[in-house]
Nanobody, 124 residues
Framework: QVQLVESGGGLVQAGGSLRLSCAASGRTFSNYFMGWFRQAPGKERDFGAAIAWRGDSTYYADSVKGRFTISRDTAKNTMYLQMNSLKPEDTAAYYC?????????????????WGQGTQVTVSS
């Protein structure tokens, strides 16, 4: 069973930066895709970014491309999301997700393991 634990959320002013971490355990992740999704109050949980654990291919939503960078440290079984130039509209709960078999890396339903989420609040 996969366990995912996010950390690093907080309150930051617009234009600032935060780095989220997702510690993964319970499996060998070499064939997994790992992703970050986010959910603002009253809205759907949307795709943010994803990375192939092996090969390091990355994928981004248009809304974060150029500002956010996803990465992973295979030795530490940890995934990161470096968020720069944050905007108030980035305010959301951020969730780490994992999937062993992915047909569409952007699709929420393709991920079968989720963390508990970490809150990011960007003030204007």
């Amino acid at each position: 069973q996969v366990q995912l634990v996010e950390s690093g959320g907080g309150l930051v002013q617009a234009g600032g930066s935060l780095r989220l971490s997702c510690a993964a355990s319970g499996r060998t992740f070499s064939n997994y895709f790992m992703g970050w999704f986010r959910q603002a109050p009253g809205k759907e949980r949307d795709f943010g970014a994803a990375i192939a654990w092996r090969g390091d291919s990355t994928y981004y939503a248009d809304s974060v491309k150029g500002r956010f960078t996803i990465s992973r440290d295979t030795a530490k079984n940890t995934m990161y999301l470096q968020m720069n130039s944050l905007k108030p509209e980035d305010t959301a709960a951020y969730y780490c997700a994992a999937a062993r078999i992915v047909a569409n890396v952007y699709r929420r339903s393709d991920y079968d393991s989720w963390g508990q989420g970490t809150q990011v609040t960007v003030s204007s």
